[in-house]
């Protein structure tokens, strides 16, 4: 078993008298895969993030057992996590009046928080205001996709046709046909792991081995088979044959080091911007990456009112440079592109660049989190012990509301994450102290089984982002205000989630030991969109099809800002396969002289 | 109250502690103080977590594990400056008081003189109270039973010798059933 450890690229300094082909801000997922689909076009790219570049396998020491770490993985005693609690109770921003020197999120509260204490930001220095979020922020080369959860779907005409199917908010301007083709592509360069099951509104992937299921999954899986329901191995966004194409990446070896902590892959199986996407891009000498690099603003050539390129803060000197490119692309994640527009206000463009339609920062969409369950199979406590968590995820059980059958109480739909059996922290949660205790612990440890369900929220206009008219971040810079909550609809759609995840483990005959119904602080899933979507209507969308400003034809913003509607599968994969597209449409007009 | 009671506990430990240990904790020879708790309180320290998670005969407990010890090195390590931190230290000093205290009150011995029958009540009493602790004890035994639950499940004891833990390991294939020998498909509705 062979681990790949190629030296990254170095990084040359960077001289900005030089005009790009393309200014990309932002390194995650969206920026990564512009990065690389520009630079195989031949394009000359820069590339500007934020954070520092880190040095990953030394931040994430995947495989370090707990005792070997002297606070057990846990952060310093002077570094707080916020807490479900905390966001209830209190109003952003979050650390104002918290004693603690760091303030971070709440992934932060999981295990082994030192681990990633240098990937995420500190709330002290990214503050933002108006109602209560937990906004999860990355700032480091590769943002969120160094600790992402790697459940990796695609969507499907259920969700780009979703306005033809219910009636309610607007249709993507493209359909799964259109993107299929950049799917089975994403598929293939990253690597993805998961097992075929031909349905309509959850497209198989070009799939790489699948991991395997645990007896209680085998069991879950049965069991709601009866009820024409499918429980699949987690679809992860994990090499686990390996790519030949890429010396960065090792393929999967099972070490379920990313279940254990807030995420992360040292050995990268788990794909991640900086191996998967921007190394081979710096590869091929044609991408230049400048980290420690703050966008301020997109500037707009006056003579012509294009983009001309960004104005960026260096983040140790603290000064205002200037990169220069044809082309201006956008990726700094869907609510730090949203803004960036807003910032952006030339002449031109007073409410914020591509803003004509007045809808930038509107449309606020994402998935809601709670309600899920937790039990365990009768039949395997006190069972000798196997090894049940050598795999990067547990399962996924589909979306199955609204597809032939329509409900009256809620639109759309949701899926629910899980897993079972025995991990390195066992199930404690029992009453009790002593030899008892202590042998439940031990005999149940096998036997447990929870999931946890993810469902569409609605885009509405009135749910959006702005900028604070008075607070700044650490660098100066305005921040966003919130405004948003979730609609009756998630409500309604919730309680149903409650209800079906335990009606589906009784029906399983799993014993029930935590059944939730509460619905979690809005931002809990982290996957905001929806904030610059696509449409076929410059007066109610911010970018066509390809991404592309209305407003700015040199402008194009490739993250899940564009999405016009959230579906309830994970956005990742789609950020990436959209972007894809648009890249190839945009190299493509470029070559043509056409932007 | 607590100071007092504190105040107490530090006298016994000034004075000579070995002697009214019960045997089990004489045969472990001279108790050190800690990093942050003094010799008395880490002795006790030690006995509550080794009540919590006691040694059987399928592995050993608290006390082989070291939880008082890494219970101890943690709170050394928080920084007084600030006041959450400096409120939980003289909590757990608190909290180790209240419970001896408690067992004095009835059973007219501090918890390390106390026989383990007086001990298990004294517990017993204070488990009962866990899914809604009033009192100060009460709510210790949360916070102690907490600690000591991720003290040991983390440790090397923990792990491999109780749990017998299998995986942080590198596999040529994945475990477990393959789906592709599952029935069956499902579809829309």
Known sequence: MTV??????????????????????????????????????????????????????????????????????????????????????????????????????????????DYSKNLVVDERDHPYTGTRYAWVRARCLGGKTNIWGRLALRLSDYDFKAKSHDGYGEDWPLAYADLEPYYDRVDLYLGISGHPEGLAHLPDSRFQRSTRLNPAEVLLRHSLARSGRVLTPYRAGVTTDGLKHNRYRSRCFGRGACNRRTGGCDIHAAFDSPTGLIYPALDTGRLTLRTGSIAREVTVDPATGKASGVVFLDATSGRSLEARGRVVVLAASTLESTRLMLLSRPPQHPNGIGNSSGHVGHNFCEHVMGPGVSGF???????????????????????????????????????????????????????????????????????????????????????????????VDRWGIPVLRFNFKFGDNEKRMCADMAQSAREIFDEAGIEITDARSEIRTEGWSIHELGTARMGSDPKTSVLNQFQQSHDVDNLFVVDGSSHVSASCQNPTWTIMALCWRSCDYLAERLRKGEL | MTITRRHLLRLAAGAAAAPLLPPAAQARGPLPGGRFFDATELALLD???????????????????????????????????????????????????????????????????????????????LAAAEQEPHSDAEKFFVQLKDWTVHGYYTSRLGIHDELEYQGNTMLAEFVGADPAALPPKGGPR
């Open chain 2, 47 to 125: 006995e509550l977590t080794e009540a919590i998670l006691p040694a059987d005969a399928h592995s050993g407990g608290a006390h082989a594990a070291g939880v008082a010890a890494y219970i101890d090195g943690r709170l050394a390590e928080y920084d007084p400056e600030l006041p959450p931190l400096r409120a939980e230290r003289a909590a757990w000093k608190d909290g180790l008081a209240a419970v001896d205290a408690l067992c004095r009150a009835s059973s007219q011995q501090g918890f390390l003189e106390a026989s383990p029958e007086q001990r298990r009540r004294l517990l017993e009493a």
């Open chain 1, 4 to 113: 790949l450890r190629a030296t990254p690229p170095a990084l040359p300094e960077v001289d900005l008298r030089r005009r790009f082909d393309a200014v990309i801000v932002g390194s995650g997922a969206a920026g990564g895969m512009a990065a690389h689909v520009l630079t195989s076009h031949g394009l000359e790219v820069l590339l500007l993030e934020a954070g520092p570049r880190l040095e990953l396998e030394a931040e994430l020491r995947s495989m370090e057992w707990p005792y070997d770490h002297p606070r057990r993985g846990a952060m310093p005693s002077t570094a707080h996590a916020l807490t479900l609690n905390e966001y209830t109770i209190r109003e952003p921003p979050y650390a104002q009046g918290l004693p603690w020197k760091n303030v971070y999120s709440y992934v932060q509260g999981w295990g082994g928080s």
């Open chain 1, 377 to 471: 199979v009768k039949d395997l406590v006190g069972k000798p012990r196997t090894l049940d968590d050598g795999r990067p995820g547990g399962f996924y059980v589909p979306r199955f509301r609204n597809l032939n059958q329509r409900r009256s109480d809620f639109i759309r739909g949701y899926g629910f994450e899980g897993g079972s059996g025995a991990s390195m922290f066992p199930h404690t949660e029992m009453t009790g102290f002593g030899a008892a205790f202590k042998k439940q612990v031990r005999e149940m440890a096998g036997a447990t089984i929870g999931m946890g369900g993810f469902g569409e929220v609605l885009p509405r206009y009135e749910n959006e982002v702005a900028l604070d008219p008075a607070a």
